[in-house]
């Protein structure tokens, strides 16, 4: 009897890792639906990547590597046993690009799998939330198979790929903060009309003038330390020009026929992003390979000139601790988690994201026979989210994580070294451009097309 409940329970958990999301967190969380979890758990995925990558351009990674004896080609030997594994490739950016070239074409697969799935009822739809354990050996066969890619012009290609990919993404991130900051100040404003209207009408006012007040003291620091009177140019036409489209948007945002089409507009919205613009324009003056106009944080710490702090003439070595990369995995951490949670009720952003809005159907708590708690399928009438989208957005992700992790540098197969570009520069002002003139749209549209529902 006892050998009999250990095969039940034995064939339970073999079930769990290839049925549905459900069994796989049903002992630990709450009951939740099942559209939620899948997205977290393929967002877990993304996460797990990363780290694998982190880890890997540590530096002193290939140093430790090459003490295993018997392991690195030219590191400690074994008598009788050759080295056969090449250090160069699976540390440093090497490695980071070949990990995050994996995950691409892992959530390629399941974007194209996934078009046009429009239930929990299309057999598709069991795909994308059952088989976990099946999903991550194909990740992990994947990832294998990209670290045996030959050098050749593998790096170069795949940078152009990651320059387009981390356009695109940046551009996901805006639109997510734009949802994020029309859910937050509707909140706030329903709890006003609620409860204590001045305490959190305080609270609206108090955060606005914060974001502002951090975007303009970034501005006077941008002019500080990445202009000289003399020279770049460049840094000098976008800082004025991001602080000029900014402006804009924060005065549209409050004229009285946009408060009437889009109550839900506000400044609280565009303080939100003009401090995201203010931050993507710093990322891009960070990228600029002329360092009398794009100092070290080092040397601004230090007070060391930039000329002794990193020499023009050598190329770059890859830091990914520096404070733009840092800024940049946080904000990247924040829109992967909202993304997989994120349940929106504005209709332009659902358009822009994708989003099944109004589809799916809410369920309550399900409980199981074990008296184990269960996801809830709450797709059977329609998916929440586009699947195949989903999965796009995690390509993207990836490809931004690696430009992110090797500092948007160029890779230079020929020196081993990774070097700063213009094209970089260009690709993120060009982004906050865009970015700018879409949260315009949201604004605007309502006024320019009043007979549509934009609520």
Not at 153 to 159: A, C, E, L, N
Not at 197 to 223: D, E, M, N, P, R
Not at 293 to 298: G, K, Q
Not at 301 to 320: D, F
Request: proline content about 4%.
């Amino acid at each position: 009897i006892h050998l009999q409940f250990q095969l039940k329970e034995l064939f339970k958990e073999a079930s769990c890792l290839c049925g549905s999301a459900p069994c796989l967190l049903c002992g630990c969380c709450p009951s939740s639906n099942n559209s939620t979890v899948t997205r977290l758990l393929f967002s877990f995925f993304l996460l797990l990547g990363t780290l694998v990558s982190v880890i890997m351009i540590l530096p002193g990674m290939e140093t430790q590597l090459r003490k295993i004896p018997g392991f690195c080609q030219g590191g400690t030997t074994i008598p009788g046993i050759e080295n056969h594994v090449n250090c160069d490739v699976i540390v440093g950016y090497k490695s980071v690009y070949r990990m995050c070239f994996a995950m691409a074409c892992f959530f390629f697969l399941f974007s194209a799998i996934m078009i046009r799935v429009k239930s929990s009822k299309d057999p598709r739809a069991a795909i994308q939330n059952g088989f976990w354990f099946f999903k991550f050996l194909i990740l992990v066969g994947i990832t294998v198979g990209a670290f045996f890619i030959p050098d050749g012009t593998f790096h170069d290609v795949w940078f152009y790929f990651g320059i387009v990919g981390s356009f695109m993404f940046i551009l996901i991130q805006l639109i997510l903060l734009i949802d994020f900051a029309h859910s937050w100040n509707e909140v706030w404003v329903r709890n006003a009309e609620e409860g204590n209207s001045k305490c959190w009408f305080s609270g609206l006012l108090f955060f606005t003038i914060l974001h502002y007040a951090l975007a303009f003291a970034a501005v006077v620091l941008f002019y500080l330390y990445y202009t000289k009177p003399d020279n770049c140019a460049e840094h000098k036409f976008f800082i004025s020009f991001n602080l000029i489209l900014c402006v804009i948007i924060s005065v549209v945002s409050i004229l009285p026929k946009v408060q009437d089409a889009s109550p839900q507009s506000g400044l609280l919205q565009s303080s939100i992003i003009t401090m995201y613009t203010m931050y993507v324009t710093w990322s891009a003056m960070t990228n600029n390979p002329n360092r009398e106009c794009n100092p070290s944080l080092l040397s601004l710490v230090s007070n060391i000139s930039t000329t002794e702090a990193m020499p023009t003439s050598s190329p770059g070595m890859v830091q990914w601790w520096d404070a733009q990369g840092i800024v940049g995995l946080v904000i990247f951490l924040f829109c992967t988690f909202y993304a997989s949670i994120r349940s929106s009720s504005n209709a332009q952003v659902n358009r822009l994201m994708q989003t099944e809005e109004g589809k799916g159907t809410v369920g309550g708590e399900e409980v199981g026979e074990d008296g184990l708690r269960r996801v809830v399928d709450n797709e059977e009438d329609g998916v929440t989210y586009n699947y195949s989208f989903f999965h796009f957005h995690l390509l993207l992700a990836s490809l931004y994580i690696m430009m992110t992790l090797t500092n948007w540098y160029k890779p230079d197969t020929t020196t081993q070294a990774m070097q700063s570009t213009m094209p970089a520069v260009w690709v993120k002002i060009s982004s906050s451009w865009l970015g700018l003139g879409l949260y315009l749209w949201t604004l605007v549209a309502p006024v320019i097309f009043p007979n549509r529902d934009f609520n």
